[in-house]
């Protein structure tokens, strides 16, 4: 299994105003820097920056990861037109999604070796850096999310590089699945057992997954609300 690296994005630190909310910084807006080569550590791209470390980024969301046939589906369901890295992702995939990424997967990419850790976690802040109203609502119910790498093996990639996928180990774990159980955690809940019993599941996302379980919690969570638009 090889999955083509379309894109390349790396942000830095900005205030954003959305016009409804306080001002906050983000490191959502990113871009791409057409660089020869990349330097990849444990906490993932040199380049690039997390405002909110209480949430994003360490070394288990190292680097975000968005598919390009996610664009196309909202584009053709919602007529959502959708700029490039409009999901803020590091790297944005071809040909594969959430569907085909199993937690525990790990890839070659040049020099680095890059293991999936769990789902992206979407917040109200894609609605509210976009300004499309319930868009995140969208993403998570539609379990088209994106997922995360834990860094194995530091080192450099190129741009336009590969992902080569060299072991799985949970096939019945597919992201997609994942995001499924944890969305309608009251009719998933054997299946939520076998996900948390994954040792490879980043413990963050096991707390919340966890809860979830427990409270038979179903629907996106408080922090993923996003009815407003600026």
Sequence with gaps: MKIQIKNIYCGSKQ?????????????????????????????????????????????DKAICIYSQKYYNFFKLKYNIDLQPCAFGENFTIEDFDDSDICLGDRFQCDEVILEVSQPRQPCWKISSILGIKNLTSLVVKESKTGFYFRVIKDGLISENSE?????????????????????????????????????????????????????????IQEWQGDNYMR
């Design 15 to 59: 205030i954003i105003n959305d016009g409804t909310r306080k001002e906050y910084q983000s490191s959502y807006k990113k871009q791409n820097l057409n660089k020869e080569k990349y330097v990849i550590n444990k906490f993932g791209f040199k380049d690039d920056t997390q405002s909110d470390k209480s949430h994003h980024g360490g070394v």
């Design 163 to 219: 992902l080569v996928l060299s072991s799985r180990q949970y096939p019945k774990l597919t992201i997609e699945h994942i995001n499924k159980c944890a969305f309608d955690a009251q009719n998933n809940q054997e299946n939520i057992k076998e996900i948390l019993d994954c040792e490879k599941l980043a413990d963050a996302y096991r707390v919340s997954l966890n809860k979830r379980y427990k409270d038979k919690q179903q629907g």
